[in-house]
């Protein structure tokens, strides 16, 4: 899958939302920093500088609508078992579109679709994730954790990002 990569950006999904017909094919959009990062329900995702990751994956498929039910859950579970597998980090999953750490949101999930009639005109699914992250704003600090903050160790965001994408790309 193509990837760009942004120093800075408002919001890799907005970004997507915005300008998905400049692309034909599925690309994955990656930001160094998030000034105006979204979750769900309009919240606000804190992105950090170069510590965590953000990414918004736009798929171009055109299969039936009826491909969505389960989506966010299963993007749930491929990211926990990637970081299981390639890690050695048990995360738990909090349906439909959060992933927690001794208890702490680490990781959220968006997914948006398009459709037209029956028909899926794309998907942007949006993941936050906190990797090296070592403070978070006051009202975050009790609920939000990073990798780094639950094991002390710095981690390779970059390689982490792939291995995300890597697991996401054919999910549809």
């Known amino acids: 899958m193509k990837t760009e990569k942004f120093k800075q950006i408002k919001s890799t999904h907005t970004y997507l939302k915005e300008n ?5 094919e599925n690309i994955a959009i990656i930001a160094e920093e998030q000034t105006e990062g979204i979750g769900t329900k309009g919240r606000k995702w804190h992105t950090g500088s170069n510590k965590n990751i953000a990414i918004s994956i736009l798929n171009k498929t055109q299969k039936d609508i009826t491909k969505l039910e389960g989506l966010t859950t299963e993007i749930a579970k491929r990211i926990q078992k990637t970081m ?30 398009n459709t037209i009639g029956n028909k899926i005109n794309y998907i942007i699914i949006s993941l936050g994730f906190n990797v090296n992250e070592d403070k978070f704003p006051s009202e975050l600090e009790n609920i939000a954790t990073s990798l780094y903050k639950e094991t002390g160790k710095i981690f390779d965001k970059e390689k982490i990002t792939e291995d995300f994408i890597k697991t996401l790309e054919n999910i549809i």
């Open 84 to 113: 299981q597998e390639n890690y050695n980090i048990r995360l738990n999953i909090k349906e439909p579109n959060d992933l927690m750490l001794n208890g702490k949101k680490i990781s959220g999930i968006l997914t948006e679709c």
């Open 20 to 24: 998905n017909n400049k692309y034909t």
